[in-house]
């Protein structure tokens, strides 16, 4: 969430000699863009806590034109960390006139912060909503990369892929992203078997089924569509091609293409895989030609070698990115190996949602084997908890997700 003012410094500004603004006056502003935010995100104005860092970076005089950006970057059940950056965007110009000034062709930065405000809980007016909706927690239980060398809780049968999703539900799960596998472990989209999975799954639990489409790496597009004549709730629609490790994941553009139409002919709910900042270039693209429809559902999928990496500079980038999407969409992170715990943490406390299992991770500490997705997932739901988010039920997530109830 993020707010911005604009105003000019005048001569009642000016407290030092030579016109000179002091740096509390900006930081007042910083007060009024975090006030802004709070009523926005709780209904009430808050409190600012304390300032973890205060840089000031160039002087300010009456006359100047400041721009101010504050941004709540994670949530807490009752603190809202934000972080506010001021800029100076015009300027008097006294050596050319008494009334000259002139706007910048590049702003000057003068002074950055990071802080802590609070709205106590009982003070917060406002139904949890955009960032602080309740958290989808997808358990993605199977994939088709990971084996049982990798880790032996891996479920490869149908009965073990219904047990797996039930545990992955009573720890938080509300969908199952969904692979299928021949009982020796080889990947596959065969149709028979995603449904005998299917069947598995519906037979223990109310969950979001989710099935891939992109399958397993060298698939060709036909058979990786398999599942969707199964009418699922959702399905991935992977949106470029790229390395994915030692391998290409092939997506031409004519493929994504149908397999969006496919999906959106059978009114499932897509989720759009990005593994890199352009895929969401190649998601307006499908949405200006109505492949793909608003309410819309990213998965960013952070850390494969050969996409973007996991960190939260370029988490910040894909989320700056939706803004050229209609409003309302939801997002949520996939980090894989080492980064899945921590980036589903950052996800969830930026106003995500976080994906989490053995498809991309298979270790629930350094070096400690997770003894199934379930784990992870009780991780996932530690984070929301300590954010002050809810943990969506699927019927919840549902809503969120615009799937039909
Ligand atoms: N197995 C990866 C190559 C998806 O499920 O849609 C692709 C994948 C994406 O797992
Ligand atoms: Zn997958």
Redesign the pocket.
Known sequence: MKARLRLRMSSHDAHYGGGLVDGARVLGLFGDAATELLVRADGDEGLFRAYDSIEFLAPVFAGDTLEVDGEIVSFGASSRKMRFEARKVGRARPDLGPSAAEMLAEPIVVCRATGTCVTPKDKQRLPPAGPRAPVILTA?IV???TTRAQNPSLPLTADEIGEEARRCRAAGAAVI?L?AREPDGT?TQSGARFKEFIEAIRARTDVIIQT??????GMGIAERCQPLELAPEM????IASMN?GD?V?LNTRKDVEQVAAMIRERRIVA?I?CYDLGHLDAARALLARNLIAAPLHFQF?LGVPGGVGASERALDAMVAELAGFPAGATWAVAAVGRHQLPMADLAIRRGGHARVGL?DNVYVDKGVLAKGSYELVERAAAFARAAGREIATPAVARRLLGLST
Not at 212 to 217: D, L, R
């Open positions: 993605a994939g088709a990369e992203h692979h990947p891939s489409t992109g399958g397993a790496v399905a991935t629609l992977n994915f391998d994941f989720e895989e999928v498809e």
